[in-house]
């Protein structure tokens, strides 16, 4: 049965940054700087602003992989690529090799920027001592988790972790790939489930822990659960089964061919309503439209998937109960141009790492 009172929690890239793992507009500058790129990308700029096309990692992800990619041409790519993609080409659209490498040499470039790190970067090292993205991480969403707590417009009671309780047992539901979630509350102690199991493999055919997707493991109480929309660096496929990871061998180059990740890149051609991404924006949209879910806060996201701006609409027209706080820096404004006429949309203009929960979500 629902729990009474249900508070859920929604992240974007902007909840992750307090442990330095960059926003969109971060990871565009950080990949557009790379040398490998730098030519490469001159010669696709100018042909995206000929057709007045934004030019982030969004779209040109998109368009490498459309270019790529001769069957993804056909696809979900949208007519401006498609054109870019066809400009001066012969009809058949053979794919483009060297186009097909920078699509992949991209998609390493953000799962790498994607885990936390242990230590201090060189480069951010100051005068002062510098806290590492770990030690910020564990800061952060101890106290955010804690305000929540203090905070009676909840009312939330420590859950978590079993015999130690400190934290209160809230659904996270995320767009990002990072290991930001997993990292603190594997820190704290405190038991998780993001719909992943290991799997019972055939005798004899895999020295290798193999993992499958289980949507009933979400039922189990004793587990904060986690659902990660657009996937998770944690996880890989290796051949016809998936494989736990750590995230830190995405950074050895060329030695895991033979792993293929499970992400939703932005800007990919591939349709997201496929296993398990069906069953988690399903678990979304059903979460939001109970009448027990009274609270959603959102924090550090922009609302530019329309699929998910999509989903808040309707729970929000279909669940009265329900008031939405918009955490971020552009919190007002997502507000006023994506969810106008919802008096139940609060905005809160502060970052996440200026947040107070205990007093700013009133």
Known sequence: MPRKNQTVIFLGAGAS???????TNELTKRIFALSRFKSSLQVV??????YSIPFNVETLLGYFIASGNRHAQFLDAGS???ALVRKNRDIDLHSRTHDRTLAKQMKYEIRKQCYVQRQPRKRLVRKKRQL???????????SFLRGLIANPLFHLTPTFPHGDPKYPNVEFFT????????????????????????????????????????ETEFDDAEALRIY????????ARQGHFITRIDPYTWSLPNRRRDFGDLLIYPGATKVIWNEPQLQLFYRLHQRLREPSTQFCIVIGYSFRDRVIADVFKDSLALNPSLCVYIVGLQARTIARKIFTGYR???????SFEALNSALDLS
């Open 80 to 82: 401006a690529h498609l």
């Open 344 to 350: 139940s949309v609060k905005a809160v203009n502060k």
């Open 45 to 50: 700029k100018r042909r995206f602003d000929t």
């Open 132 to 142: 590492s993205p770990l030690h910020s991480l564990q800061s952060r969403y101890d």
């Open 17 to 23: 940054r307090c442990c330095e793992i960059p926003t």
């Open 228 to 235: 990660k929309l657009y996937g998770s660096i944690m996880y």
């Open 175 to 214: 767009t990002n790939y990072d290991d930001a979630l997993e990292t603190f509350f594997e820190w704290a102690g405190v038991p998780l489930t993001d719909g992943y199991i290991e799997d019972i493999a055939a005798p004899g055919t895999s020295n290798q822990i193999e993992y499958r997707f289980d």
